[in-house]
C-alpha cells in the first residue's frame, strides 16, 4: 500500500485549472521527485497534501487514512520559498516552529540542541537569524523541517543556492532519514540530483502527470535502441541493416531496429572485424525525457 | 489541541520585550498629554501683542476700548494720514481711525490701516470693542444709565445638571477627548502593529512554513489577540501609573497641609497653593463623571474597535505586496480618522443625530462612544454600541480571514480591492 496517495485531485484557480485530474502515489520509504516547469502545478500539489489548500475535487490518502488537518504534525515542509523571524532567535524560533507542530516544549527544547549539535551550528543557538550567513539559516530551516521527525518530509527546491558541503549534509540527513523509515518527496528542476536520489518520479506539466513511474522503467520507455561503440584501429565494412546515426572520432552510435537486439549488434561488429573497446546502450538522461516531453505538450 | 495560544505567546513575548514597546509605553502618557495642553498654550501664547493706534476725531470712544494681554489700544490726536505714514516706526500694528462725522445710530465710516492683513481674532476683538461702546451709546440716548446697562450686562452662569448628578462639560470634554484621543492613537498603532507583522510573515516567506503547521485563521487569530493582550499590557501599566500620579499629588497635598499645620520651619518642598488648587479640583471634576463607566467602557470599546480594524489590517497586510509595502494601510486608516472627527462633533452636541448614530455604527462607535461616555450618555445607547460592535467584529474577522487566507500566499505585487473581493468568494 502506498504512503500517501493523490486520486484524481483537480484544483481550479477562477479560471485556471492548476491540477487537473491529477494521480499519483509515493511508496513508503521512498524518495519521490515531483518535477515539473514553473507554474506546472506542483507547488498546488504540495499544499494540497500539506493541507493549505483543499482539492475542488479528488482524494488524498496519508498512511492509509484519508488526508485530515492534524495529519499535518506528521509531515515537514520546506517551501521553495524559504522564511523564518528574522528577529527571532535560532533557538526560539526552532522551538516555536515545533510546538506548532505538536511537540511539548521540553522536547521540543531537546530535539532543538541535538540538531544543531548534529549541524555544528550548536554555538548560534542564542543568535538571531538576521545575524546568521545564509547557508546558517538554510541549515536552520532544514532542522525546523525535520525536528519533529516527520513521516513524510516535502522538501520543494531543497539544494537551490545551498553550498556544496550543506547540500551534501542534508542529503545524508535525508537518506538517513529514510532509513528510519521517512518517505521523501523531492520538488525540483534539477534532473541530475533526481536521477541519483529518487527512486520514482512524477513529471507534471499545466495540471497533468506527463510521466510517472520508476525512474529505471521510464529510462527505458524512453530509450532510442541507441548503442555507443567506442573501437580501436581502422574501421572496416559496417553491418548495414544496423543505421550509423553518429561517427566522432573513435565512437560510432548506432541504432537497433525492429526485432534484433544490442547483442545483435554487438555480434555482427564482431564478425566484421570491429576491434569493439567498449559496447553501451544510450539511456535518455531525465533531463532530456523532461525537456522532450515539456516540448511536445507545448506543440 | 489548538494551537492558537502557542501563537499567541510568541506574538505577545517577542514584541513585549522590544524598546519600541518599552518607549511607547513609558513617553505615551507624555505625548498624550501634549497633545491635550500644546493647543491650549499656543492658543494663550501664540501670538504676539497687537497694538493699536487710534486715531478719534469723534471723540466717543476714547477711553472706553479695553486693552486686553493680546490687544492694546493707544490714542491720538494726530492727523491720520501721517500716522499711516508713522505707525510702524512707533511701534504699531496698524491704526484704527474713527472720522468726526461718526454717529452711533450710522455706524459707518471707521477704517482700520496697516500694511499687514489683520488677523481673524485680533479684527474680532476689534470690531466687538467698537460695538459694545456703540451700544453703550444707543443706550444712553434713549436714558438708559451705566448702572443699569452694567446691571443689564450681568453674564449668566450655567450649572449644569445631569439627572441627579451635578454634570462638569469642562470635566467631560477633557476626559472625553482624551479617552477618544487615546482610542484613535491605539486603534492606529496596533492595527498597524498587526498589519506590519502580517506584512513580516509574508515578506519573510515564513507565512508558507506556519500555514503548513497551523490554519491562517489560526494564526490570524493568534497574532490579533497577542497584540490585544500587548494593548492590555500597556493600558496596565497606564492605569498604574495614573494611579501612582494621583496618589502621590495627594501625598503632597495632604502632607503639606499637614506640614503647614505644625509650621514647618525650613518651609522646604512646600507645593505651590496652585497645585494643591488644581489636585482639588480635578479631584471635584472627575468626582462629576461617570468614572467606572469610561474605565470599562474605553477597554471594552478598545478591545471592540481593535478586533475590528485589527482584522482588516491583517487582511490589507496579507493582500499587500510582498517587498514591504504598506501602501493599502489608508483603506483602514481612513475612518479611524473621520471617527475622530466624529468625535470631537460629539464632544459639542454629544446628543446630536449624527452623534447618536456614529456612536452606534460598529466602524465609527469605538472612538465616538468612548468620547460620549464622559457625557453620560443612555445606557440603552452604549449597550447597543456594544452588541453591535460585537457582530460587526464577529462578521469582519470572517471577512478577513478569507482574504488573508488566500493573501499570505499570494507572492509579489500587491493585489486590488477587486481582488479582495474575489477572495472573500472563494
Redesign the interface.
Known amino acids: 500500500m502506498p504512503f500517501l496517495s493523490l486520486q484524481n485531485i483537480h484544483k481550479n484557480f477562477a479560471a485556471t485549472h492548476a491540477l487537473d485530474g491529477v494521480s499519483f502515489d509515493v511508496e513508503q520509504q521512498s524518495v519521490f521527485g515531483m518535477l515539473g516547469p514553473n507554474g506546472a502545478g506542483k507547488t498546488t500539489a504540495i499544499r494540497i497534501i500539506t493541507t493549505i489548500l483543499k482539492p475542488d475535487s479528488g482524494e488524498v490518502i496519508f498512511n492509509g487514512h484519508r488526508l485530515r488537518e492534524n495529519h499535518v504534525e506528521e509531515m515537514g515542509y520546506m517551501p521553495e520559498e524559504r522564511g523564518l523571524y528574522k528577529k527571532m532567535k535560532v533557538w526560539e524560533q526552532l522551538v516555536y516552529l515545533a510546538q506548532l507542530k505538536g511537540l511539548t516544549q521540553r522536547d521540543a527544547k531537546k530535539k532543538v540542541f541535538e540538531w544543531m549539535e548534529k549541524f555544528g551550528i550548536r554555538d548560534w543557538w542564542n543568535k538571531k537569524i538576521q545575524e546568521l550567513s545564509k547557508g546558517m539559516s538554510q541549515k536552520v530551516q532544514f532542522i525546523a523541517t525535520i525536528l519533529h521527525e516527520p513521516k513524510l518530509i516535502i522538501l520543494d527546491e531543497p539544494f537551490s543556492g545551498l553550498d556544496p558541503v550543506n547540500s551534501r549534509l542534508i542529503e545524508e540527513v535525508i537518506q538517513e532519514l529514510r532509513e528510519k523509515g521517512a518517505t521523501i518527496i523531492f520538488s525540483t528542476h534539477r534532473m541530475e540530483q533526481v536521477e541519483e536520489i529518487c527512486e520514482s518520479i512524477i513529471l507534471i506539466n499545466k495540471g497533468h502527470v506527463v510521466l510517472n513511474g520508476r525512474v529505471a522503467d521510464i529510462k527505458q520507455q524512453f530509450k532510442k535502441h541507441e548503442y555507443r561503440v567506442h573501437y580501436a584501429g581502422t574501421l572496416p565494412r559496417l553491418p548495414e541493416h544496423f543505421p550509423l546515426i553518429r561517427q566522432v572520432d573513435h565512437v560510432l552510435v548506432m541504432k537497433v531496429d525492429g526485432l534484433s537486439t544490442g547483442n545483435d549488434l554487438l555480434r555482427e561488429l564482431i564478425n566484421h572485424e570491429v576491434q569493439v573497446i567498449s559496447f553501451n546502450e544510450i539511456l535518455p538522461t531525465l533531463n532530456e525525457i523532461f525537456i522532450g516531453q515539456v516540448e511536445e505538450q507545448k506543440s | 489541541?489548538s494551537?492558537i495560544p502557542?501563537?499567541i505567546r510568541?506574538e505577545y513575548t517577542?514584541r513585549v520585550r522590544s524598546r519600541v514597546f518599552l518607549i511607547v509605553t513609558f513617553l505615551m502618557p507624555l505625548i498624550l498629554a501634549g497633545f491635550t495642553f500644546v493647543p491650549v498654550l499656543i492658543f494663550k501664547y501664540g501670538g504676539d501683542v497687537d497694538k493699536v493706534a487710534v486715531i478719534d476725531q469723534s471723540k466717543m470712544f476714547e477711553g472706553k476700548l479695553e486693552s486686553s494681554e493680546r490687544l492694546i489700544f493707544g490714542f491720538y490726536n494726530s492727523d491720520y494720514d501721517s500716522m499711516k505714514k508713522r505707525y510702524a516706526d512707533k511701534g504699531f500694528t496698524g491704526v484704527l481711525f474713527i472720522p468726526g462725522s461718526f454717529q452711533a445710530d450710522h455706524p459707518g465710516g471707521i477704517e482700520y490701516f496697516s500694511n499687514d492683513q489683520l488677523g481673524l481674532g485680533t479684527e474680532s476683538v476689534i470690531t466687538d470693542q467698537l460695538t459694545k461702546v456703540v451700544t453703550r451709546l444707543r443706550l444712553e440716548k434713549v436714558s438708559v444709565t451705566p448702572e443699569i446697562i452694567e446691571q443689564l450686562s450681568e453674564p449668566v452662569r450655567l450649572n449644569t445638571v445631569i439627572g441627579e448628578k451635578k454634570g462638569n462639560t469642562g470635566a467631560a470634554a477633557a476626559v472625553g477627548y482624551i479617552s477618544g484621543f487615546l482610542l484613535y492613537f491605539l486603534l492606529i498603532i496596533y492595527g498597524t502593529q498587526v498589519m506590519r507583522g502580517v506584512i513580516?510573515?509574508k515578506s519573510?516567506?515564513?507565512?508558507?512554513?506556519?500555514?503548513?503547521?497551523?490554519?491562517?485563521f489560526e494564526l490570524m487569530l493568534g497574532k490579533i489577540i497577542g497584540i490585544a493582550l500587548l494593548g492590555l499590557t500597556q493600558f496596565a501599566v497606564w492605569i498604574l501609573m495614573g494611579f501612582i500620579t494621583v496618589s502621590v499629588l495627594h501625598g503632597i497635598v495632604g502632607d503639606t497641609s499637614a506640614m503647614q499645620q505644625v509650621q514647618n520651619p525650613g518651609g522646604m518642598n512646600s507645593p505651590s497653593p496652585g497645585l494643591i488648587n488644581a489636585v482639588s479640583i480635578l479631584n471635584e471634576s472627575l468626582n462629576t463623571l461617570p468614572l467606572a463607566l469610561i474605565i470599562f467602557g474605553t477597554i471594552f470599546f478598545f478591545l471592540g474597535g481593535y478586533l475590528l480594524y485589527a482584522s482588516v489590517f491583517a487582511a490589507l497586510g496579507a493582500a499587500s505586496g510582498d517587498e514591504g509595502d504598506q501602501s493599502l494601510t489608508f483603506i483602514a486608516t481612513t475612518p479611524i480618522i473621520i471617527s475622530f472627527f466624529l468625535a470631537i462633533n460629539a464632544m459639542n452636541a454629544p446628543n446630536s443625530r449624527l452623534s447618536v448614530f456614529s456612536s452606534l455604527f460598529p466602524f465609527s462607535s469605538p472612538i465616538v462612544m468612548t468620547t460620549r461616555l464622559a457625557y453620560n450618555p443612555p445606557m440603552w445607547q452604549v449597550l447597543l454600541s456594544m452588541v453591535f460592535l460585537i457582530l460587526g467584529f464577529i462578521f469582519m474577522v470572517g471577512v478577513a480571514g478569507k482574504i488573508y487566507r488566500t493573501g499570505i500566499?499570494m507572492?509579489g505585487k500587491k493585489s486590488s480591492l477587486k481582488e479582495m473581493i474575489?477572495w472573500v468568494r472563494y
Open positions: 489541541m494551537k502557542i501563537i510568541r517577542t513580516e510573515e519573510s516567506r515564513i507565512a508558507e512554513v506556519i500555514v503548513s503547521s497551523v490554519k491562517p500566499l507572492y474575489k
